[in-house]
């Protein structure tokens, strides 16, 4: 019984995720991979899931609160996942600007956590030129300038 | 030995001379010092390993599974934020910059003068301790070679504003500049604890290390400790395994500044409402410049140069990076244009500052019988940090930003301009408007050696409790001023080195 009912909220949260990630990373022409690239709502399943039970309840219960009761932020009725695209984004952007301390948290947390699943794709990754040192040794690693030190030796020592 | 899920998963029962519940910079050190006098010693830990074949650069999978709450830990208060914290073998030392910096001598004054601590900070045997900790994290400067273009932007943007600056020291040994701490040492070059104190006496059967082992409760019997006692958790289910029972005459708490607190209070210690009732920690926030040039700031030590503020005491300056998922996330807006502006990421290079504040709280037990951390942070705090913020801004500016960002309400988005940066010195500014995080936490089981400001004693055993010690971030006074961790380590080994009677 209770492994149904949070198999249902997961699938909740996880409309409500994908009718967030949709607004927020849609396609572009811009060469930024748009949420369908970056896979956002199966990895954030894997993300819900490898989280320890308090966190991923709190999540699961932000993203299914947003996707029930989010459309009441916007004059229309229904789930959030049924708005418009455009029109969740300016559910969001709202949040995010309003004066009411909980929406904006509400609003800021909804983007971090997106972003969060965004920004960790390969394909944005790749998008953003990241490349790590260690996988090409040498690369990229301007020394600082020489004088550098000169200017106050043992400061933070 | 290291004992791993398989071991320990359906429970058991031991004993020994000492049991170290946490296995972080703190209760490394005393571990190490305990098998070293030739005490039996175990130490509990709730995380597991973390092997280098566990590794992802995925920050939100490697945080869900190796740090305290997945890494949503938040402290709440009038300025809500993110307080992180490593659950694995080594604690924080395991995911954190290994900047390595020695107690300041006026912070050591404060702590004397409001606390009594002189016995304990006052000698050589600090000093000594000091000594021993940088030998064993193999403590040095970050080599020039690793800066990378970001550590060097910050070194030009505080020389620009004369903030006398340099290489940081670090707990790391042939860094390869891979701006990866946050996610765990892929190389294995950071010295983290789990390297330089646990692994040889585990090696060699020294110090046995139970992980995935959550402490509940010390047990106590007459006001007498007789070890320790909670459950196992597998570390990828999340299941809870069997129970566990150390006995143990002496319990040395270092489960950190958030955990230690809710043992002592899951036992029935309060110590008159002093444990948990004085956390305090490092307000720190970000400025983000974006250059013309290319910086690359994926590019270089994590944290490899800084400064300590000549002109606001107790604020110091760092350069940072972490993985794009953590620190894009506060990154300008939401929809296509924030995705034009992503490519403007491989531009920017990021200062964070981290300042001594009065904050205080309160850590409680929470519904689920973990931490709950509050924390009130003065507005006078806040507008000196903006004072400092404003330092870097204009660094950032003079060595050519076309923009920099601090990410806060109620304040240009951007600034362009010195002149617009002058918006950081409104005295209207409140703590709510800023993004702060809160990654250095401490006090929340104060030593001193006044039983009415803290519930620990300057041998760092519990006040009304026979054989249960804390040696961990709990027992500072107040905040450092600078990165904790080799503070908390020579700390340690000075309580832990006299506790099992070895030459200090
Ligand atoms: C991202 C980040 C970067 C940082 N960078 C730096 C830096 O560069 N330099 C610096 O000096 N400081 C830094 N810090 C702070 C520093 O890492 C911590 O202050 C330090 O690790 C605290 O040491 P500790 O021993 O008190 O606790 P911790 O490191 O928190 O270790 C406590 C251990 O106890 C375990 N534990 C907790 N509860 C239980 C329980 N109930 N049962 C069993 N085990 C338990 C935990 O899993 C953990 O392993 C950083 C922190 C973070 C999060
Ligand atoms: S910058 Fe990279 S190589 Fe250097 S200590 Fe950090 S994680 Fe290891």
Redesign the pocket.
């Known amino acids: 019984m209770k492994a149904r009912l949070e198999d249902s909220l997961l699938d909740v949260a996880l409309a409500g995720f994908g009718a967030v990630s949709e607004a927020l990373y849609p396609e572009s022409d811009c060469g930024a991979p748009s949420h369908r690239d970056a896979d956002m709502v199966a990895r954030a399943r894997s993300w819900f899931l490898t989280l320890p039970p308090e966190s991923r309840r709190l999540l699961l219960a932000l993203f299914a609160s947003m996707e029930l009761l989010g459309a009441g932020f916007a004059p229309a009725l229904g789930r959030f996942s049924r708005l418009s695209a455009a029109r969740r984004l300016r559910v969001v952007e709202r949040l995010r600007a309003s004066p009411i301390a909980p929406l904006k948290f509400l609003g800021d947390a909804l983007k971090q956590s997106t972003s969060m699943i965004y920004l960790s794709h390969p394909a944005v990754l790749a998008h953003l030129g990241v490349y790590k040192s260690c996988d090409h040794p040498g690369a990229g690693l301007v020394p600082v300038r020489a004088d550098a030190l000169r200017s106050a030796p043992g400061a933070t020592s | 030995m290291i004992a791993g899920l398989e071991d320990v998963r359906s429970g058991y029962d031991v004993d020994c001379d000492v049991v170290v519940?946490?296995?972080?910079?703190?209760?490394?050190v005393a571990a190490a010092n305990f098998a070293e006098a030739g005490l039996r010693t175990i130490v509990?830990?709730?995380?597991p390993v973390v092997r280098p074949e566990d590794m992802t650069r995925a920050a939100p999978l490697f945080l869900a599974r190796y740090?305290?709450e997945g890494g949503l830990r938040m402290v709440a208060g009038d300025a809500p934020g993110p307080?992180?914290?490593?659950?694995?073998?080594?604690?924080?030392?395991?995911?954190?910059?290994?900047?390595?910096?020695k107690l300041p001598q006026w912070v050591r004054e404060i702590w004397s003068r409001e606390d009594g601590l002189g016995p304990l900070l006052d000698g050589a045997e600090l000093d000594r301790a000091f000594e021993r900790v940088f030998r064993a994290c193999r403590v040095a400067p970050t080599p020039l070679a690793v800066m990378g273009r970001r550590n060097e932007i910050v070194q030009r943007a505080l020389s620009h504003q004369r903030v006398p600056n340099g290489p940081?020291p670090?707990?790391v040994h042939g860094c390869e500049g891979c701006a990866d701490?946050?996610t765990g040492c892929h190389e294995g070059r950071k010295q983290s604890?789990d390297r330089s104190h646990l692994r040889e006496p585990a090696e060699r059967g020294a110090i046995d290390v139970m992980t995935c082992?959550?402490?509940?409760r010390v047990d106590l019997r007459g006001g007498r400790a007789v070890g320790?006692s909670?459950h196992v958790v597998d570390p990828v289910t999340w299941r809870r395994g069997g129970r566990f029972r150390v006995r143990a005459k002496r319990v040395v708490l270092?489960?950190?500044?958030?955990?230690?607190p809710?043992?002592l209070l899951r036992s029935g210690i309060s110590g008159r409402g002093l444990v948990g009732g004085t956390l305090t920690a490092h307000i720190s926030v970000g400025a983000f410049a974006i250059m013309d040039e290319v910086v690359d700031p994926w590019v270089g030590a994590?944290?490899g140069w800084g400064a300590i503020s000549p002109d606001i005491r107790g604020l110091k300056y760092?350069a940072l990076w972490?993985a794009p998922s953590l620190i894009g996330v506060n990154w300008g807006g939401v929809g296509e244009p924030w995705l034009r502006e992503l490519g403007d990421m491989k531009h920017a290079a990021v200062v964070a500052l981290v300042y001594r504040a009065n904050a205080w709280g309160r850590v409680r037990v929470g519904l689920g019988g973990g931490p709950r951390l509050s924390l009130r942070v003065p507005t006078a705090d806040v507008h000196t940090l903006m004072r400092g913020l404003k330092v870097a801004v204009d660094g950032f500016l003079g060595v050519g930003a076309r923009y920099v960002s601090a990410g806060m309400t109620g304040v240009p988005e951007r600034f362009g301009t010195p002149r617009e940066a002058e918006a950081l010195l409104d005295r209207r500014i409140r703590p709510r408007q800023v993004k702060m995080t809160f990654?250095?936490?401490?006090g929340s089981c104060r030593i001193s050696a006044d039983p009415r400001r803290g519930p620990v004693g300057l041998d760092g055993g519990v006040r009304g409790v026979d054989g249960v010690y804390v040696?961990?971030?709990?027992?500072f006074p107040s905040g450092?001023a600078?990165?904790?961790?080799?503070?908390?380590?020579a700390l340690?080994d000075v309580l832990s080195r006299r506790l099992a009677g070895l030459a200090a």
């Open positions: 519940v946490g296995s972080g910079p703190g209760g490394a509990v830990e709730a995380g740090y305290w307080a992180m914290g490593g659950r694995c073998v080594g604690g924080s030392s395991v995911v954190n910059s290994a900047i390595m910096l940081l670090r707990a701490c946050i604890v082992s959550h402490v509940d320790v909670g270092a489960a950190g500044a958030a955990h230690t809710v043992i994590t944290q760092e972490a990654n250095h936490l401490f040696m961990d971030g709990a027992l450092s600078v990165n904790p961790q080799a503070t908390i380590m340690s």
